[in-house]
């Protein structure tokens, strides 16, 4: 409320203090009864510190470890997506290549050639978009809801043995998939659709649907909601066990990377930290990844695998392709998995610790 009428005249009655009481509660501000005259009008400065208040209180909300990691993993995982996007394509389109499909068995290097050469720029980011859409509010569940759970287990703060990691991070996991997975397998078909699969040929000439023309194309043609959770068994069998080992691994990792006392360790043992962490993880479970691919165009027209169930998928993979095909992409995955994981811990960090300092310091 505007304190001019108060002020506009020099030499004016001042007010009772019992009038300016209701004055005082709306705008926070001092009673002005003893200095209206001699000051004249407030200036728009003295308005803004009725603001301060509210935007201290705001900065405190992102400063509470849930909210910072929630709001950091977002940002940490678009950074980390987008990082890696071609070598995460790649690694898709090698993934559902079986038995039969010999159009990506090319090296890293002739692959991400091929990607070049017939799509340019947006081969290497087909399915970014949708990725990185996915990947914010999953990397925000997945570290919001890690330090959300790990709060019930903490024997002390920052206390927790590796077992109880595991845990947290498996649970984190979880909630994370689950929360976001039509938007992964939605992904995963926009990774597809314009590759030079023969099953697929033609396709590419056309134009290709987005993804949400995609999403309702499955609501409509391939079994309604539950078609936007295909695959999603191998895919929290796998990701359960993933991200428990990431996180029980990269704290123990960066424990040690951490000299005695150091609170703050420098960029490059995040890095370092993370790159292992993520490499551990990955390997033990890649399996299910593949899997997870494969059961996601499982119903695609011209790629499916009609497998019944994941032992089903198993036996087939291996009596056609060996052990080997259980392991397929993992050549890019584990090329990506440096650069995604340290970006990904780094930016975390960072974004983190610059929420929780703002809400430390005073506006």
Not at 16 to 44: E, F
């Amino acid at each position: 409320m505007s304190l001019d009428r108060q002020t506009s005249k020099a030499g004016e009655s001042t007010t009772s203090s019992d009038s300016n009481k209701p004055l005082q509660r709306i705008t926070g501000l001092p009673s002005t009864s003893s200095t209206s005259a001699s000051r004249g009008s407030l200036p728009a400065a003295e308005n803004d510190t009725s603001q301060l208040p509210r935007l201290l209180h705001l900065r405190q909300f992102i400063a509470q470890p849930v909210v910072a990691a929630f709001l950091a993993g977002g940002v940490a995982g678009a950074v980390s997506r987008t990082v890696v996007s071609p070598l995460e394509r790649l690694k898709i389109l090698l993934q559902v290549q079986s038995f039969g499909r010999e159009e990506y068995k090319l090296s890293v290097g002739k692959g991400l050639m091929k990607m070049w050469k017939e799509e340019g720029w947006k081969g290497f980011m087909r399915g970014n978009g949708t990725n990185c859409v996915r990947i914010v509010p999953y990397s925000a569940v997945q570290f919001g809801s890690y330090s959300f759970y790990k709060k019930f287990v903490e024997t002390a703060p920052g206390e927790m043995s590796p077992l109880r990691r595991l845990l947290c991070g498996g649970a984190a996991g979880i909630t994370s998939v689950t929360f976001t997975y039509p938007l992964d397998i939605v992904r995963t078909r926009l990774s597809i659709q314009s590759a030079s699969f023969a099953a697929l040929k033609g396709a590419s000439s056309k134009s290709l649907p987005g993804m949400w023309a995609t999403m309702v194309g499955m609501y409509k043609n391939e079994g309604g909601f539950l078609a936007l959770y295909r695959g999603i068994i191998p895919t929290v069998a796998g990701v359960a066990p993933y991200v428990g080992l990431n996180f029980m691994t990269y704290e123990a990792v960066r424990k040690y990377l951490t000299p005695e006392g150091d609170l703050n360790p420098s960029a490059v043992r995040k890095l370092s930290a993370g790159a292992i962490s993520g490499a551990v993880a990955q390997t033990c479970t890649y399996p299910f990844d593949v899997l997870r691919r494969r059961f996601q165009i499982n119903t695609m027209s011209g790629m499916g695998y009609q497998y019944k169930s994941i032992w089903d998928a198993v036996s087939i993979i291996v009596r056609q392709e060996g052990i080997k095909g259980m392991y397929r992409g993992i050549v890019p995955n584990l090329l990506k998995v440096a650069p995604s994981m340290a970006s990904s811990w780094l930016s975390f960090e960072v974004t983190r610790d610059f929420l929780v300092a703002k809400g430390k310091t005073n506006p």
